[in-house]
């Protein structure tokens, strides 16, 4: 396949780039430099796109897995960010992604805390969000509108609400992406199916307006590669290749409870933070039957790690708020695992002070004085807008941007007879995953939390995963709890073997 990514290709196209002189070098390979490695190979420029270490390496696979309609943008007056993230919203959905992103239901729990006054305003203000989806084309079959439950269907659809004093819910619609790191490595491979060169493992040690010192991180050769744009987008990292952006990184955590931990969870919980202005702990049910909790805003101070640690004051915190609608408040037990990522937000005017959940997310595309362009801010629903900015600032003179329609690899008819797990990850492509297994019935063998050998050789072969890790915390995520990760080792080895 023309989107294939594995270790040969990388091999051969790390040999072209070293004497190449490429239209645009995209450094950064989370979902908005992928998307302007697509963006730029789409319009018909030659493309090398290099990452330190993997695909979604860094924030794109921190998450919250939602592709949502910016309903806090509107509550904070930032209507522009609002109706950018409903186009966007209705582009993966309608056209590019919807075998990755579908609608999922939420409910706010109508407890004590939640007078009618304030659950007139979140009505009001899902209506309002309702009205910008239809705005930007969106159908209501896609994403259905908001409704106010009984208690008695709230309890049904989420059994572990504390039932006393609970007069009902608001029931709204938002888009999830089934798997965050999946979803930047079908934009990859699509970059790959249009002639970009994807590299990973090759570090910009210096970036200059036409091209960057590189090093393999596999071999540690140093070398140039040349372009005539170089695009910076590198999230939180950003500033130590371009030392005049300025950003105000913050952190966010998530739980993952174990199967089981909220009953038979049926549709996402909006859980009010209290004393936070329109903010909400997202409560999320995964197809493997783990619970994602989330999401605190917390300012990051310090150097900036390649993998952020979950603290147990987060944890702590998640657990009190989310214990706040319970039946039964959960237990440290219960937490399978957390994990953190670190958002490149942009500092508002004065520069660094005050809350990093005010800062807006609108994102920003700076040019250097030697003609590096960044881009910050943002978030994973609008990184195709990200990307198509940072492109056209690098080279004014190209062709249009083709990606607002463009289906990302995997998006297509489905194959009959086919596993809905395999559909739900791999879309069109299920069923030469599920070919594998006829060949080989050796790799239907499961690994953890729902995966198969079957997966991981898939991977291997077809989406640039070099090593175990790339396997278990990408690929899959399996890794989001330790202990799975452990009893998996075996397998991914095997598969890198068996690959």
């Given at each position: 396949?023309?989107?294939?990514?594995?270790?040969?290709?990388?091999?051969?196209?790390?040999?072209?780039?070293?004497?190449?002189?490429?239209?645009?070098?995209?450094?950064?390979?989370?979902?908005?430099?992928?998307?302007?490695?697509l963006d730029a190979a789409s319009r018909g420029l030659s493309v090398a796109a290099v990452d330190a270490h993997d695909l979604a390496f860094g924030t794109s696979r921190w998450s919250s897995k939602l592709v949502h309609g910016g309903l806090r943008y509107l509550a904070s007056g930032q209507v522009g960010v609002a109706w950018e993230s409903a186009v966007e919203r209705g582009a993966l959905l309608r056209h590019t992604a919807p075998h990755l992103v579908a609608a999922h239901p939420y409910l706010l729990p109508l407890t004590s805390d939640v007078g009618p006054g304030e659950a007139a305003t979140v009505m009001t203000g899902y209506r309002l969000g309702d009205a910008l989806?239809?705005?930007?084309?969106?159908?209501?079959?896609?994403?259905?509108?908001?409704?106010?439950?009984?208690?008695?269907?709230?309890?049904?659809?989420a059994p572990s609400l504390r039932p006393h004093g609970l007069r009902g819910a608001l029931l709204s619609w938002d888009g999830r992406v089934v798997d965050d790191a999946r979803l930047v490595v079908a934009i990859a491979r699509t970059a790959a199916a249009h002639g970009a060169r994807v590299l990973t493992r090759c570090r910009a040690l210096a970036l200059a307006g036409d091209g960057a010192r590189v090093r393999d991180e596999?071999?540690?050769?140093?070398?140039?590669?040349?372009?005539?744009?170089?695009?910076?987008?590198?999230?939180?990292?950003?500033?130590?290749?371009?030392?005049?952006?300025?950003?105000?990184?913050?952190?966010?955590?998530?739980?993952?409870?174990?199967?089981?931990?909220?009953?038979?969870?049926?549709?996402?919980?909006h859980v009010p933070i209290p004393g936070g202005r329109a903010r909400f702990a997202l409560v999320l049910p995964q197809a493997d039957g783990r619970v994602y909790v989330g999401l605190t805003d917390e300012p990051l101070?310090?150097?900036?790690?390649?993998?952020?640690?979950?603290?147990?004051?987060?944890?702590?915190?998640?657990?009190?708020?989310?214990?706040?609608?319970?039946?039964?408040?959960?237990?440290?037990?219960?937490?399978?695992?957390?994990?953190?990522?670190?958002?490149?937000?942009?500092?508002?005017?004065?520069?660094?002070?005050?809350?990093?959940?005010?800062?807006?997310?609108?994102?920003?595309?700076?040019?250097?004085?030697?003609?590096?362009?960044?881009?910050?801010?943002g978030k994973l629903t609008t990184y195709r807008r990200m990307a198509e900015d940072a492109v056209g600032a690098a080279c004014p003179h190209a062709p249009a941007s083709r990606t607002a329609r463009l289906p990302l690899?995997?998006?297509?008819?489905?194959?009959?007879?086919?596993?809905?797990?395999?559909?739900?990850?791999?879309?069109?492509?299920?069923?030469?995953?599920?070919?594998?297994?006829?060949?080989?019935?050796?790799?239907?063998?499961?690994?953890?939390?729902?995966?198969?050998?079957?997966?991981?050789?898939?991977?291997?072969?077809?989406?640039g995963a070099l090593d175990a890790g790339d396997l278990l915390d990408r690929r899959t995520r399996i890794g989001l709890v330790p202990e799975d990760r452990a009893a998996a080792l075996p397998a991914a080895e095997a598969a890198l073997r068996r690959a």
């Open positions: 396949m023309r989107s294939s990514l594995n270790a040969a290709r990388r091999a051969r196209e790390l040999d072209e780039a070293r004497t190449a002189v490429v239209d645009v070098l995209v450094v950064g390979l989370g979902v908005t430099g992928a998307g302007a490695a989806r239809a705005a930007a084309g969106t159908p209501r079959s896609l994403l259905p509108g908001p409704s106010r439950l009984s208690a008695a269907r709230a309890l049904a659809l596999l071999t540690g050769a140093e070398f140039d590669i040349r372009a005539r744009a170089v695009v910076n987008a590198t999230g939180v990292w950003a500033g130590g290749l371009v030392p005049s952006v300025t950003l105000r990184p913050s952190r966010g955590t998530h739980l993952v409870l174990r199967p089981g931990a909220l009953g038979a969870l049926r549709a996402g919980l101070d310090g150097p900036v790690p390649d993998v952020p640690e979950a603290p147990e004051s987060d944890v702590a915190f998640l657990l009190e708020v989310l214990g706040g609608v319970l039946d039964r408040p959960l237990g440290r037990d219960q937490v399978a695992g957390a994990f953190a990522g670190l958002r490149p937000l942009v500092d508002g005017p004065g520069g660094a002070g005050g809350a990093t959940a005010d800062l807006s997310r609108r994102h920003a595309v700076l040019r250097s004085p030697d003609g590096v362009v960044t881009v910050v801010g690899a995997g998006a297509g008819p489905v194959p009959s007879g086919v596993p809905r797990r395999l559909v739900l990850r791999y879309g069109a492509e299920a069923g030469a995953v599920l070919d594998l297994t006829r060949r080989d019935p050796a790799l239907a063998e499961p690994v953890a939390a729902g995966i198969t050998l079957a997966d991981l050789v898939w991977a291997v072969r077809h989406e």
